[in-house]
């Protein structure tokens, strides 16, 4: 089965409004924004009821036609890891936060439907340019389809978002053609293609917290292509009028490269992956990643199977509060699954094998639980310190390589403080404080706002750190 576009990105009709912005004259780069981000990220702000409304900020990207792709946003020029690329305000979002996907697509829908009868015409054209099926030609929208118009269309759009942030209004141009229908179907088209669910992760219990969710429509993030392997990382700050979403450079990236999130929860398997992309956008993935776990994807599933059978025995020994020695014996049966993981690596070429492993980080995080658990730290240590290699390959720069330096360093200052002062190693507050740095430039990867930033949010997690130090000193 031929796999199907995404969305209108992919339709020929919106191609011709994109790669007419590769080809406009180039701007000069827009300043960043003097932002505080301890305060840009600060739930209690968001939650307070006082409505706050950011500046929309747009960096050295730009839309491109891309061979097999549709269209899809490629960098300006060379951009360093967790460089600012993007800070818009959604068009429109879901009401109840915490609701099921289900429910959020449909409340989107129709805050897109009320949206839609007052936007000015620039927000109407824009959104309607975004449909991914037929459906528009099918209520008789023909000219719309006018790769001229829409070229003026988004022209005047990248302007506004580049020199002053402001989307209201437009700039005089041609006449448009009559609006389409409002139809339902074809607004739940829009949203169910193009819309993202908003994500706000605790910094005490470093857990995605689902009760803040959020559907919303971004217009320039929906340009972000697939890709298992994302080399952007996306943020969310909530707020009483809206969200606004930010998008940085997860990794180094080379003037041209195409700029990709990931659609999906990373650390699944290749299979589950892929059944979910099709089943929500209709495309069979072909990416680099799942292109090298494919051929293995059976045996994939066999040992998630397993692993996924040790990991809840850990989790039922946790919960009554089991003797080390009883968990230790899990350790060992979760050692001996996730060595048939690094066996069967070993049929694919050295340099696939990192990415092959990648999908089950998920099993080294529980047997870092389950090792530190029983007592064994260092290998607890060893654990993490492999999970945060892995979730850089898949989700740089993301709250999943966070999550892992946090809980490595967390784990040696339990390590620290479970020895005698005498017992400890002479450099044990040299590795601790490197591993530290190393959990903040990932911090600030993700959310950016330098060390301040950093201690504000991670500050309650670092209570067993400061502890460990002192207790260093008493050596």
């Given at each position: 089965?031929?796999?199907?576009a ?21 701007k ?10 301890a ?6 702000s968001?939650s ?16 491109r036609?891309?061979?097999?792709r ?25 009401a ?10 449909a ?37 719309w ?6 070229l ?6 990248l ?28 607004v ?20 995605l917290?689902e009760t ?22 996306l ?15 997860a ?5 041209g ?23 929500t956008?209709?495309f ?19 040992v ?8 809840q ?15 230790g ?21 050295p ?5 092959w ?5 998920w ?27 892995l ?12 999550k892992?330096?946090?809980?490595l360093?967390?784990?040696m200052?339990?390590r620290?403080?479970?020895?005698p ?6 450099d ?41 130090l002192r ?5």
């Open positions: 089965m031929k796999p199907r995404r969305s209108a990105l992919q339709d020929e009709r919106v191609g011709a409004l994109f790669s007419a912005i590769a080809s406009a004259p180039q000069r780069e827009q300043p960043l924004p003097d932002m505080d981000w305060g840009f990220y600060d739930r209690k968001g307070s009821g006082r409505s706050r409304r950011s500046s929309t900020f747009v960096g050295p990207m730009e839309a036609q891309l061979p097999g549709g269209i899809g946003l490629v960098t300006s020029r060379e951009v360093r890891a967790g460089e600012l690329l993007l800070l818009e305000d959604a068009w429109a979002t879901s109840t936060k915490g609701a099921a996907s289900i429910v959020a697509i409340e989107l829908a129709e805050a897109c439907v009320k949206k839609l009868g007052s936007a000015g015409e620039a927000e109407r054209a824009l959104f309607w340019c975004l449909h991914g099926t037929n459906q528009v030609g099918a209520v008789g929208e023909e000219g389809q006018s790769p001229n118009l829409r003026k269309i988004f022209e005047q759009y302007h506004r978002l580049g020199q002053s942030g402001n989307e209201a209004g437009r700039e005089d141009g041609p006449s448009l053609p009559a609006w389409p229908r409002q139809l339902q179907s074809a739940s088209a829009i949203v169910a293609s193009n819309s993202r669910r908003s994500e706000a992760w605790n910094s005490l219990t470093l857990l917290d803040q969710a959020l559907g919303g429509l971004w217009f320039v993030a929906s340009l972000f292509n697939h890709s298992c392997c994302a080399n952007v990382t943020s969310y700050s909530l707020w009483e009028d809206g969200i606004t979403l930010v998008a940085r450079a990794v180094d990236l080379a003037q490269e195409e700029l990709v999130d990931t659609y999906v929860y990373p650390l699944e398997t290749v299979d589950e992956r892929r059944n979910r992309l099709h089943r956008y209709g069979l993935c072909m990416c680099k990643r799942c292109s090298v776990e494919a051929p293995l994807a059976a045996e994939a599933g066999k998630a199977d397993l692993l996924e059978a040790e990991l025995t850990f989790s039922s020994l946790r919960g009554r509060r089991a003797k080390p020695s009883e968990v014996e899990v350790v060992r049966k979760i050692r001996q699954v996730l060595d048939r993981v690094f066996a069967t690596a070993k049929q694919l070429p340099s696939s094998q990192p990415l492993r990648a999908q089950f980080v099993g080294l995080h529980g047997l870092a639980m389950a090792a530190q658990d029983a007592g064994f730290f260092q290998e607890a240590v060893d654990a993490f310190q492999t999970c945060i290699e979730a850089a390959l898949i989700a740089p720069s993301s709250e999943y390589e966070l892992y330096h946090m809980m360093v967390q784990c200052a339990r620290t403080l479970s020895s002062p005498s017992a400890l190693r002479n044990t507050p040299t590795s601790m404080k490197e591993a530290l740095r190393r959990a903040e430039e990932a911090h600030n990867r993700h959310y950016g706002g330098g060390g301040r930033h950093f201690l504000s949010r991670m500050q309650r997690r670092l209570e067993d750190f400061y502890a460990a207790h260093c000193g008493k050596r």
